[in-house]
T-cell receptor, first 111, second 114 residues
Framework: QKEVEQNSGPLSVPEGAIASLNCTYSDRVSQSFFWYRQYSGKSPELIMSIYSNGDKEDGRFTAQLNKASQYVSLLIRDSQPSDSATYLCAVEGAGSYQLTFGKGTKLSVIP | SAVISQKPSRDICQRGTSLTIQCQVDSQVTMMFWYRQQPGQSLTLIATANQGSEATYESGFVIDKFPISRPNLTFSTLTVSNLSPEDSSIYLC???????????FGSGTRLTVV
């Protein structure tokens, strides 16, 4: 049974601070990792993908992957109230197109 | 990335009836996926639909309850049959990524069963 674990939160950070979201996964052979943002009542929106160990930066977002530790994280710099949403970590199994999602972390950015 | 149109966006259905959800993609894709998101929960894969073959269902999901059609490379439908209140969820379709960018989702169908 493939599992993806996230802290459900809520995680509250002040505006302008760094929000740090974490995710662990159980399938050691997983190859592809994704972060989605989901606003209430909306469908998930892809914000980051990462495939190799290390950091990947895109604007205010940085994804970090450590396959040895089976750990992936998302940092949001200069957090804005508009970043308030649930962030879903998703893991793609090796050789498949199937995504396993974590339960999501609810982020609240306080003005 | 592909643009996915999904409809209806929401519906309220009587128990015992069925709802068919449509998913249209603006480009040809081999694989389409159907997910369910129950209230307050994350996404769970229902099935994978390949054009020209039977859909592959995940554990806990059966064809009689969730029949899927995939008549061509840009379209798929998911039917949720014999509705019960437990079927009240958001249903989402997704497609294989055309590049290494990642998977995108349709706008979702919010189903309420009364």
């Amino acid at each position: 049974q493939k599992e993806v674990e996230q802290n459900s939160g809520p995680l509250s950070v002040p505006e302008g601070a760094i929000a740090s979201l974490n995710c662990t996964y159980s399938d050691r052979v997983s190859q592809s990792f994704f972060w989605y943002r989901q606003y209430s009542g909306k469908s998930p929106e892809l914000i980051m993908s990462i495939y190799s160990n290390g950091d990947k930066e895109d604007g205010r977002f940085t994804a970090q992957l450590n396959k040895a530790s089976q750990y992936v994280s998302l940092l949001i710099r200069d957090s804005q109230p508009s970043d308030s949403a649930t962030y879903l970590c998703a893991v793609e199994g090796a050789g498949s197109y199937q995504l396993t999602f974590g339960k999501g972390t609810k982020l609240s950015v306080i003005p | 990335s592909a643009v996915i149109s999904q409809k209806p966006s929401r519906d309220i259905c009587q128990r015992g009836t069925s709802l068919t959800i449509q998913c249209q993609v603006d480009s040809q894709v081999t694989m389409m996926f159907w997910y369910r998101q129950q209230p307050g929960q994350s996404l769970t894969l229902i099935a994978t639909a390949n054009q020209g073959s039977e859909a592959t269902y995940e554990s806990g999901f059966v064809i009689d309850k969730f029949p899927i059609s995939r008549p061509n490379l840009t379209f798929s439908t998911l039917t949720v049959s014999n509705l019960s209140p437990e079927d009240s969820s958001i249903y989402l379709c997704s497609v294989e990524p055309p590049t290494a960018y990642g998977y995108t989702f349709g706008s979702g169908t919010r189903l309420t069963v009364v």
